[in-house]
């Protein structure tokens, strides 16, 4: 099965500030990558399919890039409603495992 | 509007068997595989396995296979989790997703289904 790791496990961060997550994959899934993101008390929401495509309706702060088994989630300016936890998740073969997350609060 | 609904929180003894749903509307069911996420008290999510509702092919993360059964009612556009013997362990939200091919992201989540596994 494919593993994922994310880093960091938390960040804090200032309203404005740019916030990149990292995500690995223990061996090469292409582009086959998405990046949730999961409000307290709420079901995750897709916000970037196939490592770096915005999902409808998803502010455009958030970008995705990466290929392989290398990629980034990046908020290019944080806002308050971004305090969640954000998850990646590979899609090349089954299992589709997810990363351990990324708790995002606000300074 | 395209949505996944699922059925109410349960609370279960050990031993007992539960199967939970997830409706489909707002979109042709057949066309979508729909997945099953577990997430424990605290924790982090997990993919349990998905099924193609058109010709019911599942699969299964081999943390689950055998502990969980996925099936599918495409007559009624509706997919099913089931246990026949629960354990306290399964206490956690259990969420349905869609996606339209096996090698795309889930786009559209259900509300979530909290299962409560206690003496």
């Known amino acids: ?107 | 509007e395209v949505q996944l609904v699922q059925s109410g929180a349960e609370v279960k003894k050990p031993g007992e068997a539960l199967k939970i749903s997830c409706k489909g509307s707002g979109y042709r069911f057949t066309t979508y595989w729909i997945g099953w996420v577990r997430q424990m008290p605290g924790k982090g999510l997990e993919w349990m396995g998905i099924i193609y509702p058109s010709n019911s092919d599942t699969r299964y993360s081999p943390s689950f296979e055998g502990q969980v059964t996925i099936s599918a009612d495409k007559s009624i556009d509706t997919a099913y989790l089931q246990w026949s013997s629960l354990k306290a362990s399964d206490t956690a939200m259990y969420y349905c997703a869609r996606q339209y091919s096996s090698s795309d992201a889930m786009d559209v989540w259900g509300q979530g289904t909290t299962v409560i596994v206690s003496s």
Not at chain 1, 7 to 19: C, E, I, L, Y
């Open chain 1, 1 to 107: 099965d494919i593993q994922m790791t994310q880093s960091p496990s938390s960040v804090s961060a200032s309203v404005g500030d740019r916030v990149t997550i990292t995500c690995r994959a223990s061996q090469g899934i292409r582009s086959w990558l998405a990046w949730y993101q999961q409000k307290p008390g709420k079901a995750p929401k897709l916000l970037i399919y196939a490592a770096s495509n915005l999902q409808s309706g998803v502010p455009s702060r958030f970008s995705g890039s990466g290929s392989g088994t290398d990629f980034t989630l990046t908020i290019s300016s944080l806002q308050p409603e971004d305090l969640a936890t954000y998850y990646c998740q590979h899609a090349n073969t089954f299992p589709f495992t997810f990363g351990p997350g990324t708790k995002v609060d606000i300074k």
